[in-house]
Nanobody, 126 residues
Framework: QVQLAESGGGLVQAGGSLRLSCAAS????????MGWFRQAPGKEREFVAA????????RYADSVKGRFTISRDNAKNTVYLQMNSLKPEDTAVYYC???????????????????WGQGTQVTVSS
């Protein structure tokens, strides 16, 4: 069992930056693939970024590629999402999630992730 807690959300103007953190506790969290997802009002939860348990493989949604960077510090049991050049359409609740690795590449499908945090709100004003 892994417990996840997001932090770092807030209100930012378009073009600004935020860094989200996801602190993991419980079973050895460094052995899990980790992902960030987001959900805007009235929309389905969508994939944002994912990182393999080793940090050696990362994946991004096309909508955030080049603007967001996912990273992890296994010594601190923490995953980060650095978000730059934010746009109003990035406004959503952001969730981190974890899954036991089945392959070396982290999944992008929301239904493959087992453990979820409570989410943190990111609001980008125009």
């Amino acid at each position: 069992q892994v417990q996840l807690a997001e932090s770092g959300g807030g209100l930012v103007q378009a073009g600004g930056s935020l860094r989200l953190s996801c602190a993991a506790s419980g079973r050895t969290s460094s052995t899990y693939h980790m992902g960030w997802f987001r959900q805007a009002p009235g929309k389905e939860r969508e994939f944002v970024a994912a990182i393999s348990w080793s940090g050696g493989s990362t994946r991004y949604a096309d909508s955030v590629k080049g603007r967001f960077t996912i990273s992890r510090d296994n010594a601190k049991n923490t995953v980060y999402l650095q978000m730059n050049s934010l746009k109003p359409e990035d406004t959503a609740v952001y969730y981190c999630a974890a899954v036991n690795p089945m392959t070396s590449v982290p999944p992008t499908n929301v239904y493959e992730y087992v453990y979820w945090g409570q989410g943190t709100q990111v609001t980008v004003s125009s």
